[in-house]
């Protein structure tokens, strides 16, 4: 099965608006992507998992992706399964302001800490996460450092988080030339 | 990263049993290999439950990914893990080959396959070394350093660098084989085979060794895809699947070698002693892949050593390469949106998947199997962190 019949085979079973925006493979889209509603996320996977012809039991990689211009924050999954030997990458358009979408750690235990990178670091809620924490940053750190608009804040507790170029620090500064003529 | 230090309020409504103890292990303990650390709930030496707490190493690579021209992120790419720089290499490279649709020629291909095979016999070696020291087998260590330092030096020969390599570059790699080079590679090979199975009696199959770890912390072939794990750890699961041959990127194809699983010889398949001995084979089979590699080589002209690339790196859209490394399946994909610099750049890594299981793993183990479990995981810190 390539990807787009694995694409209609998800739509016929679980209806047009489970899975939709079907992108095949281009000078664009290496991989064959399409959207999945994220309400609906859970009984796509669900069924991705359990079917028995489809069979993908590898959670590859979650990625959260921020794109401002289109208010959306974007949840790609990549998928694969061994059986099979196919793979299939997912994208879940979640709302910037308030990035909210099911978990999936009780399909694959995988998607335990990449869900926590991904809420780590991009802020996007994974509700029914049974350990929704910061992963990789401190517990007090402030906002989501992969959105595009994030600051960086000058100090952290107190440690500056930029320092002087050194470059710039050692330069040796030559005389004017203008003092030298007069 | 958290703040949690420790909890040792006794007795309160509430809180842990009268009989548990919580303990700190890291973040400099060493046999934690880098910074990492554990919140650990024992009942006596028994593990209820060790809680990882990563991100001490923590770098942002994909922030910097996102500022870099795409060919200006190699060198960053080394630090994702630094005992297997060039896996990282390949990766960005095949992604953004991928991407933009670039050829690499043949024998830069060869000096990928080449590079990173001995490579990962360095990374094993620091791999095996260092299980065998942390359940208490001090001079295996020293023996497997001696060999990768002989790989630091070909590698420093072909690239410049020992640890850090830069080596590849998009459609690419950056210099072809110094002048007597592969017959040096050889002569060591020739060497080194005969080491492995000294090796074996020094250490693999050393009584105590085997029922030190045979049927500790096992991973059963279900558990291991449920969670991701990749690579030997996988295989030690009884799973025979490597990217080097499933997806046979590259020149693998062409070239012969088998893909080592773990057999449960001593205990149940998918013990420590199986991921132990699953990195003993694969050294060996990665020697077999240098020789041929070697030898091929020759069969494509000098200095053709870098593809077309397009006069301005601008890609639009998107791709996700993998390659097997060290620590298996890592995963690259690369975001492009007409700018020199990429727009998302994300690493999927082996460890970071390793150390998600151990939660789960530990309940039930003695706080010295721990250790077995971290050390044959392999998990290496920074490639968590990132």
Redesign the interface.
């Known amino acids: 099965m390539t990807p787009e019949e694995i694409f209609q085979a998800l739509q016929a079973k679980l209806g047009e608006d489970a899975v939709f925006d079907l992108h095949p493979v281009?000078?664009?889209?290496?991989?064959a992507w399409f959207q999945v509603a994220p309400e609906k996320i859970l009984t796509v996977c669900h069924h991705l998992r359990e079917a028995p012809e489809l069979d993908f039991?590898?959670?590859?990689?979650i990625?959260g992706?921020d794109y401002p211009d289109l208010k959306k924050i974007v949840v790609?999954y990549?998928i694969y399964s061994?059986a099979k030997?196919r793979r299939i990458?997912l994208k879940a358009f979640l709302d910037r302001e308030s990035p909210a979408m099911p978990t999936l750690v009780d399909v694959?235990?995988?998607a335990?800490?990449?869900e926590r990178?991904c809420f780590d670091?991009l802020g996007v809620r994974f509700e029914g996460h049974p350990d929704l924490?910061?992963?990789?940053?401190?517990?007090?750190w402030e906002g989501h450092?992969?959105r595009k608009d994030w600051q960086e804040k000058a100090d952290y507790h107190g440690i500056p988080t930029q320092r002087p170029n050194p470059v710039e620090l050692f330069k040796i500064k030559l005389p004017k030339k203008d003092a030298e003529a007069s | 990263m958290s703040q949690v230090i420790f909890s040792v309020d006794r007795g309160g409504a509430g809180s842990e049993p009268e009989d548990e103890m919580t303990l700190n292990m890291g973040p400099h303990h060493p046999s934690t290999h880098g910074v990492l650390r554990f919140v650990i709930s024992t009942d006596g030496e028994i593990i209820r439950k060790a809680v990882p707490d990563v991100g001490y190493l923590h770098r942002s690579i994909e922030k910097i990914g996102e500022r870099c021209t795409y060919s200006g992120f190699m060198p960053y790419t080394d630090r994702v893990d630094y005992i297997a720089a060039m896996f990282a290499n390949e990766a960005w490279a095949s992604a953004c080959e991928k991407l933009m649709g670039i050829e690499v020629p043949k024998r830069a291909q060869y000096l990928r396959v080449i590079s990173c095979e001995l490579n990962r016999i360095g990374s094993h070696m620091i791999a095996l070394g260092a299980m065998a020291m942390d359940v208490g087998a001090v001079t295996p260590f020293p023996w497997a350093l001696r060999e990768r330092e002989y790989i630091n030096d070909f590698i420093e020969e072909l690239c410049g660098a020992r640890l850090t390599f830069n080596y590849h570059r998009i459609g690419g790699v950056s210099f072809d084989l110094p002048a007597g080079w592969a017959d040096k590679v050889k002569r060591w090979l020739d060497r080194f085979e005969p080491i492995m199975v000294e090796f074996d009696r020094l250490i693999s199959l050393n009584d105590i060794f085997i029922k030190r770890l045979a049927n500790v912390a096992v991973v059963t072939a279900e558990e291991a895809k449920d969670w991701g794990l990749v690579g030997p750890n996988l295989r030690a699961s009884g799973v025979k699947w490597d990217l080097r041959k499933e997806d046979g990127y590259s020149v693998y194809p062409e070239l012969d070698f088998d893909v080592p699983v773990g057999r449960g010889r001593y205990g149940a398949v998918g013990d420590c002693w199986d991921r132990f001995y699953v990195r003993v084979e694969e050294c060996r089979e990665s020697a077999k892949i240098l020789r041929q590699a070697l030898d091929k080589i020759d069969e494509h002209p000098e200095d053709d050593l870098l593809g077309k690339l397009p006069k301005k790196m601008r890609p639009d859209g998107e791709a996700y390469a993998r390659i097997e490394s060290a620590r298996g399946d890592m995963g690259c994909y690369v975001i492009g949106r007409g700018a020199e610099e990429a727009y998302r750049a994300r690493f999927r890594t082996g460890s970071f998947t390793a150390m998600a299981m151990i939660e789960a793993k530990s309940p039930g183990l003695f706080l010295a199997d721990l250790v077995a479990l971290i050390a044959s995981f392999d998990v290496v810190a920074p490639e968590i962190d990132r």
């Not at chain 1, 924490?133 to 007090?140: E, V």
């Open positions: 281009s000078a664009k889209d290496r991989d039991d590898y959670l590859e990689c990625t992706v790609v990549h061994y030997k990458v694959w235990s995988a335990n800490w990449q990178e670091l924490r910061r992963l990789l940053l401190p517990d007090d450092p992969l």
